[in-house]
């Protein structure tokens, strides 16, 4: 139980450091909203991570 405490709690941190890492975005790019830079921060990279092999086909 104490583990998942432990999770939750360091959760809510990550949590409100991506926050406050959007609302020092906000304050340099004043275009956007927070909530776009929270998106922005959380969407996983579009780009593969490993090329591919060449398909005989």
Known sequence: MKNKEDYQT??????????????????RFPSHTEKYFVEAIMA???????RREKNCW
């Not at 360091?10 to 304050?27: Q, S």
């Open 44 to 50: 996983a990279p579009k780009k593969a991570s490993k």
């Open 10 to 27: 360091w959760l809510e941190n990550v949590r409100k450091e991506i926050w406050k890492r959007a609302h020092e975005a906000r304050e």
